[in-house]
Nanobody
Framework: QEQLVECGGGLVQAGGSLRLSCTAS????????MGWFRQAPGKEREFVGT????????YAADSVKGRFTISRDNVKNTVYLQMNSLKPDDTAVYYC?????????????????WGQGTQVTVSS
């Protein structure tokens, strides 16, 4: 049974950092692109970052570019989101997701499986 389990969320002051992790099980992790999305209260889920199967291609949303970095470890079956210079606007539930293919994609509809999410709260 496939599972994606996120961890690393929490409460941090503006300007601080957090690293989110998402560990996959029940699936051949190295075969798939992965992504991070977030959803703030009252807003739609939005793209944050994505990475292809081997980590060779990765990109982030304009709103987080230069502050957030996505990476992966195919030995540990884990994808990471390093978040630096956090702002109150980054407050949201963060979700990792598995692509249905091996490439990276910013499109929510390209993702076949989702984790349960982890809360990130940035105080001003």
């Amino acid at each position: 049974q496939e599972q994606l389990v996120e961890c690393g969320g929490g409460l941090v002051q503006a300007g601080g950092s957090l690293r989110l992790s998402c560990t996959a099980s029940g699936v051949t992790f190295r075969n798939y692109g992965m992504g991070w999305f977030r959803q703030a209260p009252g807003k739609e889920r939005e793209f944050v970052g994505t990475i292809n199967w081997n980590g060779g291609i990765r990109y982030a949303a304009d709103s987080v570019k230069g502050r957030f970095t996505i990476s992966r470890d195919n030995v540990k079956n884990t994808v990471y989101l390093q978040m630096n210079s956090l702002k109150p606007d980054d407050t949201a539930v963060y979700y990792c997701a598995r692509r249905s293919g091996s490439t990276a994609s910013p499109q929510l509809g390209d993702y076949a499986y989702w984790g349960q999410g982890t809360q990130v709260t940035v105080s001003s």
